[in-house]
């Protein structure tokens, strides 16, 4: 350890972490945290008394970007009244951009990509004995992690990545130039990794990957997502497994009998339409028509009569006419998802899309983003309603951002729930236990709630007496 701390009366180097975009940032910036604890960092959620300070990146759509800059721009001044101060970017904007950040960002001493991020202690230490600015976006090499269990920020779910990059190239999406080409971890690692997160307390599992429905391809195995839910059902003390996201083309009827059949993989999917009409789907290079996914949802249902479904939808991809968006209207009318995340069409420099003229104007998108936000609320609030008297399962997350004494959690179905602290209704829980009447003693738990209220995002509900 040769960093030396420089703030605080603690002996450890302080890290600040900063996370943008999707879930496998998230998780990238837990083990990235997991390899700094390894070398005897300390990780701080205050900027201001932070040794390092790192942005995990997302390139996705162009203002993720844009906000990543501007915060580095923020950091100019902090780094002319420190200069020991390391600022880093990591991540996708950081494989996108490479050298152009330290152009622009002089301040930044550390650019490292999608899949060097492992290796941040060493690069850490080189710039703090030779001060010279770090560019590490080397793309021949496989991220392959011991991860560290214990290192963790949620006690009781973690995610687990199963597969990384991606094939397909959708024609609008940046991610399988800046995360790479697909690649599936062994059976064995992901079983052996979620064995440890178990032993460590955790009872809900979140598979992640681009497209974990192609999961297994260029194993020698035969493995397949299916297969692999199947092993994982089986370890003891797991209670929940989900995976996201799923690509509609490589969703198959095994994996759809393993959400139904299986005690612990929970009913529900995310998997993006994009769209609704065929002629953009097709130049968004997604290989299934609307009809087809129609038929995968009513195959969902079938076999899983209680999912719920979520998906992601672009508006204003180039050349979307009215007569397109109405057709994703009337499809996500059709489909009642339980959620929606809908997204305005940002060019990406060196996608295929990029070749096509970005023709429909802001104000069209933000119209057509509009509608379809209110329509999927209406439609979030109306199925919520009908949860209205039932009995959910709830795995309590911690307590409510605008009422400490509410409890909040989510059901297997991956609905947002509110109630009360259900102190009285642990009888376990004595007098002399120092915990008892401690909403947060609740944390972690599975308990059964009785819904008495709901809006479009959240289900309100008390614990049955
Ligand atoms: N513009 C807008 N949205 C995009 N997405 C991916 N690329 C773009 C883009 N260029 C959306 C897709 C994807 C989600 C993660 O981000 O809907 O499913
Ligand atoms: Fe992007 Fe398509 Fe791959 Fe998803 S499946 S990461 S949208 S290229």
Redesign the pocket.
């Known amino acids: 350890m040769t960093i030396k701390p420089k703030t605080g009366n603690n002996n450890l180097p302080k890290v600040f972490i900063k996370t943008f975009g999707?879930q496998m940032n998230k998780l990238d910036s837990e083990l990235i945290f997991g390899s700094l604890v390894k070398k005897g960092y300390m990780l701080v959620s205050d900027e201001e008394i932070a040794d390092v300070i790192l942005f995990n990146t997302c390139s996705?759509?162009q203002k993720a970007e844009d906000k990543v800059y501007s915060q580095l721009g923020r950091l100019k001044k902090r780094k002319e009244e420190r200069p020991d101060l390391i600022i880093g970017v990591m991540g996708c904007m950081a494989q996108n951009e490479g050298e152009k950040i330290l152009e622009r960002m002089p301040h930044v001493s550390l650019v490292c990509g999608t899949r060097m991020f492992l290796k941040l202690p060493s690069f850490l230490e080189e710039i703090n004995r030779s001060n010279r600015q770090i560019l590490a976006i080397n793309e021949d090499v496989t991220v392959d992690y011991d991860r560290l269990v214990t290192q963790r920020l949620n006690r009781f779910s973690a995610f687990v990545s199963i597969m990384r990059g991606c094939d397909n190239y959708c024609s609008?999406?940046?991610v399988p130039y800046v995360r790479g080409r697909e690649f599936s971890r062994s059976v064995e690692d992901i079983v052996n990794e979620v064995k440890g997160l178990v032993d460590d307390g955790c009872k809900e599992i979140t598979l992640l990957g681009q497209n974990v429905n192609s999961y297994g391809k260029g194993l020698h195995s035969n493995s397949t997502l299916a297969t692999l839910l199947q092993k994982l059902d089986t370890v003891d003390g797991i209670e929940r497994i989900r995976f996201v996201t799923s690509h509609p083309k490589d969703m198959s009827k095994e994996i759809l009998e393993a959400v139904g059949e299986l005690r612990s993989v929970c009913e529900h999917l995310h998997m993006?339409a994009?769209s609704g009409s065929d002629r953009i789907l097709q130049k968004m290079r997604r290989f299934y028509t609307s009809s087809q996914y129609r038929e995968l949802i009513d195959m969902a249902r079938d076999l899983v009569p209680d999912i719920t479904i979520a998906s992601?939808?672009?508006v204003g991809f180039p050349g979307e006419s009215d007569d397109d968006f109405n057709d994703t209207v009337t499809l996500m009318k059709e489909v009642r998802y339980q959620n929606c995340?809908t997204?305005?069409?940002?060019?990406?420099t060196g996608t295929y899309a990029e070749k096509f003229v970005d023709d429909v104007t802001e104000e069209i998108k933000k119209k057509r983003n509009h509608i379809l936000l209110e329509l999927q609320s209406e439609i979030s609030t109306k199925m919520n309603k009908e949860k209205i008297g039932k009995s959910v399962e709830v795995l309590v997350e911690g307590t409510s951002k605008t009422d400490k004494s509410k409890l909040t959690g989510r059901t297997r179905q991956n609905q947002i729930v509110v109630f009360h602290s259900p102190e009285r209704f642990f009888p376990e829980h004595s007098i002399s236990d120092s915990r008892a009447g401690d909403p947060s003693s609740f944390i972690g738990k599975l308990v059964n709630v009785t819904i008495n209220d709901a809006t479009d995002l959240t289900l309100y509900g008390c614990v049955r007496e």
């Open positions: 999707c996705v759509r609008y999406c940046i993006p994009q992601d939808f672009i995340f997204f305005k069409y940002s060019p990406r």
